[in-house]
C-alpha cells in the first residue's frame, strides 16, 4: 500500500497541515468507487418516509414540479427518487415492470419529465428475491435491471436487503455494482443493508453510500439512535463514498422545529446523504427554511469531504459537541442538547483543535456573525436541540 500510494498520499498530509489540521481530519485516502458520482454527499427527495407504497407518477411530477418551485432543487436537492413499490412483475424476457396504474406513461416519460426540469432521476429495487414490500427483487436479474434502468435514464439506484435470507451482501453488491458499470450510464448506488453486514468494511468500494443504520422513525429518539450508529464510522466516510444513517424526517410532523433543526444539523456535520422524505407540496414556513438553510447544506457539502465526529462528552452523555473540519480551516459545530432542558453549552477550542487561541464564530442558524472569542465559545441551547456555529481560526 506504501509503495502504491505514496504521492497523493504525501499531498494529502501536506496540504492538510497547511491548513492546519491534523491526519485524521483529512478524508479518507483508500479507494473509493470509481464512478466520479456523489463527490459530496448525494441530496434528493425520495418517497419511503412520507409515501410508503403510495406512489404514484403523479406525485413524482408533481415533487419535481415543487422542487424548482419552492426552491429545492436550487438550494442542491437533485435527485427525486421513487422508493419501493413501483414494479409489479417481471415481463417473458425477465425485464421488471411497472405498475401501469400508477405509473401509465411508464418510467421513461417520467424520468424525462424530471430530466425536462433540471433534476435527476432515482429508482429503488432489491438484492433479494423480492422487495421489502414483496415486489419482484434484483437477484439473478443484475444485468438486465441495470440495461434497463440505464435505458429508462435512471441516474440513482437505491438497492435494499429484504428476502437476502443465505445471500452474501459483499457479492451480491458487487454483481449490482459491475452491471451498473456494464450498463454505460453514471449511476449513484446506494446501498440499503442497513448496517446489518459491517457495510463500513467493504461498502466504500461497492457504492456511493451505504446505510448504517435500520429504518428511522419521526421521532427524536430514533433520529439520536441513528446518529449514535452513523457517527461510529466516520474514517470510512470520504468523497464518492458516505455513510447513510438514512432519509431525513423534517416536516413530517413528529418532532419539533427545534428537533427538525437539530436532526438536519447533525446530518450536515456528519456528511450524510440529505435526502428530504416530506410532501413538498405542503412545507410550512419552518420546514422550508430548516431544508434550505446554505450555511448549514454547506457544511455537508464541503469540499473537504470528512465526516465529522464528537469531540466533546462520552456516548451516554445528555450534551455533545460535534466537530466537522471544514475546506480552509474553518470548523463546524453542532452543540447538541439531548435533555429535555434547556442549558449552557461550551466549545473549546483545543478541543477543535484550531492551533490559535483566537477565532470567529458564525451562527448558521441566526445567520449571524457574533464576533472574536477567546479559547472558547458559550451559547444557551434549547432542549432537543441544537446550536450550530462555524469557527475560523483568528491568524497569529
Ligand atoms: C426498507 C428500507 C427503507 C424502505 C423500505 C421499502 O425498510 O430500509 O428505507 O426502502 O424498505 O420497503
Known amino acids: 500500500m506504501f509503495q502504491r500510494a505514496p504521492r497523493a498520499f504525501f499531498s494529502l498530509v501536506i496540504v492538510a497541515s497547511l491548513l492546519g489540521i491534523s491526519r485524521i481530519d483529512a478524508a479518507r485516502t483508500d479507494a473509493a468507487l470509481p464512478n466520479g458520482l456523489a463527490r459530496t454527499p448525494p441530496m434528493g427527495w425520495n418517497s419511503w418516509n412520507h409515501f410508503g407504497c403510495d406512489v404514484s407518477s403523479k406525485l413524482l411530477r408533481e415533487t419535481a ?3 424548482v418551485s419552492t426552491g429545492m432543487r436550487d438550494a442542491g436537492y437533485k ?22 396504474i400508477r405509473f401509465p406513461e411508464g418510467i421513461k416519460a417520467l424520468a424525462d419529465y424530471v430530466h425536462s426540469k433540471g433534476l435527476k432521476f432515482g429508482i429503488y429495487t432489491d438484492a433479494g428475491r423480492k422487495t421489502c414490500e414483496g415486489r419482484p427483487g434484483t437477484y439473478q436479474h443484475e444485468e438486465i435491471d441495470a440495461r434497463t434502468y440505464a435505458e429508462w435514464g435512471v441516474d440513482y439506484v437505491k438497492e435494499d436487503w429484504c428476502y437476502a435470507d443465505s445471500l452474501d451482501a459483499p457479492t451480491q453488491y458487487a454483481k449490482f455494482r459491475d452491471a451498473l458499470a456494464k450498463s454505460g450510464r453514471p449511476i449513484v448506488l446506494s446501498i440499503c443493508e442497513w448496517g446489518a453486514n459491517w457495510p463500513w468494511d467493504w461498502a466504500p468500494r461497492m457504492g456511493n453510500l451505504w446505510r448504517t443504520t435500520g429504518d428511522i422513525d419521526d421521532s427524536w429518539n430514533s433520529m439520536l439512535a441513528n446518529l ?10 470520504g468523497p464518492g463514498g458516505w455513510n447513510d444513517p438514512d432519509m431525513l424526517e423534517v416536516g413530517n410532523g413528529g418532532m419539533t422545529d427545534d428537533e427538525y433543526r437539530a436532526h438536519f444539523s447533525l446530518w450536515a456535520v456528519m456528511a450524510a446523504p440529505l ?16 431544508l434550505m438553510n446554505p450555511e ?34 474553518g470548523r463546524a459545530v453542532v452543540l447538541l442538547n439531548r435533555s429535555s432542558l434547556q442549558t449552557v453549552m461550551t466549545a473549546r477550542w483545543h478541543r477543535l483543535r484550531l492551533g490559535s487561541p483566537q477565532a470567529t464564530v458564525r451562527d448558521l442558524w441566526r445567520h449571524q456573525d457574533l464576533g472574536t472569542f477567546t479559547d472558547h465559545f458559550s451559547a444557551t441551547v434549547p432542549a432537543h436541540g441544537v446550536v450550530m456555529i462555524r469557527v475560523m481560526p483568528v491568524a497569529k
Not at 435527485?79 to 401501469?100: N, T
Not at 435526502?275 to 430548516?290: C, S, V
Not at 454547506?298 to 473540519?325: E, H, I, W
Request: net charge negative.
Open 228 to 237: 449514535d450508529l452513523s457517527s461510529q464510522h466516520g474514517a470510512v466516510a
Open 79 to 100: 435527485y427525486v427518487i421513487i422508493d419501493d413499490c413501483w414494479q409489479v412483475a417481471r415481463d417473458k424476457s425477465g425485464r421488471i415492470v411497472a405498475d401501469s
Open 296 to 329: 448549514v447544506i454547506a457544511v455537508d457539502q464541503d469540499s473537504l469531504g470528512v465526516q465529522g465526529y464528537m469531540v466533546s462528552a462520552r456516548p451516554t452523555d445528555q450534551l455533545q459537541v460535534f466537530m466537522k473540519p471544514l475546506a480552509g480551516g
Open 65 to 67: 414540479d415543487q422542487m
Open 275 to 290: 435526502i428530504a422524505g416530506n410532501d413538498l407540496r405542503a412545507m410550512t414556513p419552518a420546514t422550508k427554511e430548516i
